[in-house]
């Protein structure tokens, strides 16, 4: 399925339209398969996307048929500043009714490896795959960092190579922290990703993932589902750079 690349106005529209695709998505699945299977991205441009779901789509989504999964995290308890979890509970999900079975937490507050196996077993669990199939989520939302990195796939980390696993942990040399993140195979069998990509300091790094230089690489860019939706969903700002075919 070829990548597609949205454009909107601003920061606002990214939100609104994020949240719309996030409900577009939950709606299919469901109907599909009678749940929603989501990892939120961390770092702070989802944030008020969250927000805005938990303002406008309180009631209008079955949240006891979504389950809310995390596509990384920091190592650290979840009442950290830090913590992707906090973010997302502090916008979102403290504030829906959704069942606390149906959010499965990155437990970072173990050391790193036991976080990786204990967030694994927790997604075995749920996804419970026919033999060694990948687990299939139906949608992953991810966010693009200004060296190409996303998740916690970063440049040069050793999480870039583990292909076997669905959970890995891995030192970030330029963070001088771990960190747990899925890993490519687990985002590349999902159903639909979707980058959110905002403001004018993405601009550099989204042309250079988007529409690379000869011999440039970067994490980023090797998201590539493989029987699934790629959509880049990002805003003016941040789409200074490229050219996107109308
Ligand atoms: C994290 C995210 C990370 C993030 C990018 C972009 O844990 O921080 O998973 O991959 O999405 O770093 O972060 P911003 O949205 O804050 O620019």
């Known amino acids: 399925m070829p990548r597609e690349i949205k454009v909107v106005s601003d920061n606002a529209a990214l939100n609104r339209v994020a949240a719309q695709e996030f409900q577009n998505a939950a709606?299919?699945?469901?109907?599909?398969?009678?749940?929603?299977?989501?990892?939120?991205?961390?770092?702070?441009?989802?944030?008020?996307?969250y927000s805005l779901l938990a303002q406008e789509y309180k009631s209008s989504l079955p949240w006891n048929k979504i389950h809310i999964f995390f596509g990384d995290e920091r190592s650290v308890p979840p009442d950290h500043p830090d913590s992707n979890f906090r973010m997302a509970n502090d916008a979102l999900l403290s504030h829906v009714v959704i069942p606390p079975e149906n959010v499965h937490r990155i437990r970072a507050e173990l050391d790193?490896?036991?976080?990786?196996?204990?967030?694994?077993?927790?997604?075995?669990?749920?996804?419970?795959?026919?033999?060694?199939?990948?687990?299939?989520?139906?949608?992953?939302?991810?966010?693009?960092?200004?060296?190409?990195?996303?998740?916690?796939?970063?440049?040069?980390?050793?999480?870039?190579?583990?292909?076997?696993?669905?959970?890995?942990?891995?030192?970030?040399?330029?963070?001088?922290?771990?960190?747990?993140?899925?890993?490519?195979?687990?985002l590349n069998h999902a159903a639909e990703v979707e980058f959110l990509v905002s403001g004018a300091g993405k601009a550099q790094v989204l042309r250079d993932v988007l529409q690379p230089q000869e011999g440039m690489a970067f994490p980023a860019q090797r998201v590539k589902p493989e029987n699934g939706r790629l959509l880049w969903l990002v805003d003016q700002d941040a789409a200074n750079l490229i050219r996107v075919e109308t």
Request: charged share 20%; proline share 6%; hydrophobic share 40%.
């Open 27 to 49: 709606q299919s699945a469901i109907a599909d398969h009678g749940r929603f299977s989501v990892a939120l991205s961390g770092g702070n441009t989802p944030r008020n996307i």
């Open 112 to 186: 790193p490896e036991a976080a990786a196996k204990d967030y694994e077993s927790q997604l075995r669990e749920f996804f419970r795959p026919a033999n060694d199939a990948w687990p299939r989520f139906d949608l992953i939302m991810l966010g693009l960092g200004e060296d190409g990195h996303t998740a916690s796939l970063f440049p040069g980390s050793t999480a870039l190579v583990d292909t076997s696993r669905w959970v890995t942990s891995t030192w970030v040399q330029r963070m001088k922290t771990y960190r747990i993140t899925l890993t490519y195979p687990v």
